[in-house]
């Protein structure tokens, strides 16, 4: 009842195995007491340490910590400047994307983030507006912004 958009209400349940249930995964959001959380489901598998990761998280951009982890870190899009702050990392689910697609959907069993508040309540807010266009095409998925129609888009792998 508290989600404004009236096609999304009536539809997310349907969504991919769990429907809403699939939100839980922000709850790792409220998790301040801890620097980093690491949401990381059953099937998902880790091949390579992550302290990387977490360092280039933990240690300013400048600091001799911080410049060798985000050195080490294997990007998708290397030419793109890691931010001064990383608040979150994941990863894409290049196998629910057909080869020619440009936007590939998000992985949703792994996500490393830096816990806030203010970022749950962003995450809130837009999924209780509801903003969610139907279809695989530029403008489909939450605003409008083109990640729909991948696996679980409409839940926790489109926010």
Known sequence: DEIQGEWYRNHVENENCCGSK???????????????????????????????????????????????????????????????????YFTRDITSSQPWEKVQGVQGGFLVARPSMQIMQTYLSFIREGNYTRGRHAHSGWGGMGYGGFQGAMAYQGV
Not at 28 to 40: N, S
């Open 22 to 88: 699939e939100f839980i995964k922000l709850y790792a959001y409220e998790l301040v007491d801890h620097p980093i959380v690491v949401h990381w489901d059953m099937d998902v598998a880790v091949l390579q340490p992550m302290d990387d990761l977490f360092d280039a998280m933990l240690y300013p951009k400048d600091s001799p910590e911080g410049k060798s982890a985000r050195q080490r870190i294997e990007l998708q899009h290397p030419e793109e400047p890691l931010p001064d702050v990383i608040d979150a």
